[in-house]
């Protein structure tokens, strides 16, 4: 069956420092993937796509990497602020489906 | 735009009581989804709907759940009758023209609880 996990540990991390979340997934072969973040109380809120021939994906302090050799899409905040603090999903799509992992919980100490 | 809008915000209700979401997508989104996010199952896509078209409603847990779109601009998710296990946030997301790598718009969400 079709698998998304993304780190199942919330990641606790101090100002300035950089955060990597993982999301593996099996029995997919998604042409794309996306990354979300989440508010408590709040809808997710799209961050970044990255398409199945791009390697690293940057938007300002966020790099998102994608192996699909590994089946992996590694997603980092660098230089992170408390403001940072939020869930983050990763998704992929099923034919017109997109399917979300867990999320991480990130939490950034000033 | 005000992005995707859905109401009530929060619902509390009495099991066996029907209880109807409502949702306005995006204006010129022409494909509408419906999600139920809990601590223990995550985001689960309920049901899909494409220029207000049904295309996909097995996540749809059970007969008790049904969804329409009568126009562009509205939907709702109907539940009857409610159950505590229904008890959620009800999330509507809409999107372009789904497929290619659009992204998903989603509103604030209706948290659900049925006592």
């Known amino acids: 069956s079709q698998k998304i996990e993304q780190n199942s540990e919330a990641l606790n991390i101090q100002e300035g420092k950089t955060a990597t979340l993982t999301c593996n997934y099996t029995?997919?072969?998604?042409?794309?993937l996306q990354w979300y973040r989440q508010d408590p109380g709040r809808g997710p809120v799209f961050l970044l796509l990255i398409r199945e021939n791009e390697k690293e994906k940057r938007k300002e302090r966020l790099k998102v990497t994608f192996d699909t050799t590994l089946k992996q899409s590694l997603f980092h905040i660098t230089a992170s602020q408390p403001a940072d603090s939020a869930t983050y999903l990763c998704a992929l799509p099923n034919d017109y489906k997109l399917s979300f992992g867990a999320g991480t919980t990130v939490t950034v100490r000033a | 735009d005000a992005g995707v809008i859905q109401s009530p915000r929060h619902e509390v209700t009495e099991m066996g009581q029907e209880v109807t979401l409502r949702c306005k997508p995006i204006?010129?989104?022409?494909?509408l989804f419906w999600y139920r996010q809990t601590m223990m199952r995550g985001l689960e896509l309920l049901i899909y709907?494409?220029?207000?078209?049904?295309i996909d409603d097995s996540g749809m847990p059970e007969d008790r759940f049904s969804a329409k779109m009568p126009n562009a601009s509205f939907s709702t998710l109907k539940i009857q009758p409610s159950e505590p296990r229904d008890s959620a946030v009800y999330f509507c997301?809409?999107?372009?023209?789904w497929g290619g790598g659009t992204e998903a718009f989603f509103g604030q969400g209706t948290r659900l609880t049925v006592v």
């Open positions: 997301a809409s999107s372009p023209v």
């Open positions: 204006s010129g989104h022409n494909s």
């Open positions: 709907f494409n220029n207000n078209v049904p």
């Open positions: 029995n997919y072969s998604p042409a794309y």
